[in-house]
């Protein structure tokens, strides 16, 4: 963890800093205030007991003569991974889609990434494991890096197929991924994100929406899109002003394995730069987006057949605080409409139900 403490009158002297968990003190440190600067920064090596997500407090020790000390203090929420998820991008070719791809995973610590593009370089050693998969323009016309997408297939593991113009559509029908494209010819449709109210596996919030009307369109393929039994689309197409009840992002039934999710549009390396230059070279919803749909594509690996989650990721002191809830049959097919009791242990132990 790593924490800025700005500070001004106290040049040249130190101050103690604290991390800590609860009631806990779990490190302290002292921390130089050079002359000459107004901001210093200093880092904690923290230990988790377990996977899940902490709460922690960073604690400037008061100084004498400080006028308040209300600023003293900051909270951090930080997420515990038992290891880094394994990412394999895969491309039928060189294409800018996968730099920003690249660059949207490698943006989050906790994914590793390795890249393999076909005829491209040294080809995917064969002990290369990975839990899972970005397709980009794979299946590809003429066959283009089928040995390639035969190794990620044969290792069952959950797929995010990205669709382009040298996707090979009759390829991808068979695949049973809860998406069908019928494309007419080499047509195009031109359009934004639009996320989907009804999609509660993972949140779009305000500021991702804002950012996503922002976008510059990408290209779809235009044709017949239909979703599958149990299949569910996170992101609808926007054409110009017009939404439209096509997917955009469209993830499989839950229940079938390998998970796999598609991605219908080709040219969103501009949505990543045009956020960018944007937001001051911080095009968090497209990470973000990359990001949540990997995750839900590996989560659970489990099958729990009870699933309580957050609605969002972080809540503010004047937000009614939402959880959403999954359940599942004995063979983890989705029900619904079942009576669950919900109990809060807070940190004093008091509880609510």
Do not use: C
Request: glycine share 8%; net charge positive.
């Amino acid at each position: 963890m790593e924490a800025e403490i700005g500070y001004e009158g106290y040049a040249g002297g130190t101050t103690t800093v604290e991390v800590r968990e609860g009631n806990r003190v779990l490190t302290t440190r002292q921390v130089a205030l050079p002359a000459g600067r107004r901001r210093v920064r200093a880092t904690f090596l923290l230990t988790a007991p377990a996977p899940g997500k902490r709460r922690y407090e960073v604690r400037v020790v008061p100084q004498a003569g400080e006028f308040t000390v209300l600023n003293n203090a900051r909270t951090a929420f930080l997420e515990v991974v038992k290891g880094k998820l394994r990412v394999l991008l895969a491309g039928a070719a060189p294409h800018p889609d996968l730099k920003a791809l690249r660059a949207a995973i490698l943006a989050n610590n906790n994914f590793d990434l390795t890249l393999s593009v076909a005829g491209v370089g040294a080809p995917l050693p064969a002990g290369t494991t990975f839990d899972v998969a970005v397709l980009h323009q794979l299946p590809a016309k003429g066959g283009l890096g089928q040995e390639l997408l035969a190794r990620v297939r044969a290792a069952r593991v959950p797929m995010l197929y990205i669709l382009g113009a040298q996707s090979d559509f009759a390829a991808y029908n068979q695949l049973a991924t809860g998406l069908s494209v019928q494309p007419r010819g080499a047509q195009t449709d031109e359009v934004t994100p639009l996320p989907n109210p009804g999609f509660a596996r993972f949140p779009f919030d305000e500021d991702s929406r804002r950012r996503f009307g922002q976008y510059p369109p990408a290209q779809v393929p235009f044709g017949d899109v239909r979703l599958g039994g149990g299949a569910e689309a996170a992101l609808w197409q926007q054409v110009g002003r017009l939404p439209t009840q096509k997917p955009l992002l469209a993830f499989g039934s839950a229940t079938t394995t390998p998970r796999t999710a598609t991605l219908l549009a080709e040219n969103t390396w501009q949505w990543r730069l045009a956020e960018a230059t944007a937001h001051d070279d911080r095009p968090e919803a497209y990470d973000r987006l990359i990001g949540r749909t990997l995750r839900l594509l590996t989560q659970n690996a489990n099958k729990k057949r009870l699933d309580v989650y957050p609605t969002q990721d972080a809540f503010g002191t004047q937000d009614d605080v939402m959880l959403g809830a999954e359940t599942y049959n004995a063979v983890f097919e989705r029900i619904y409409d079942q009576k669950i009791t919900l109990t809060l242990t807070d940190s004093a132990r008091k509880t609510r139900t």
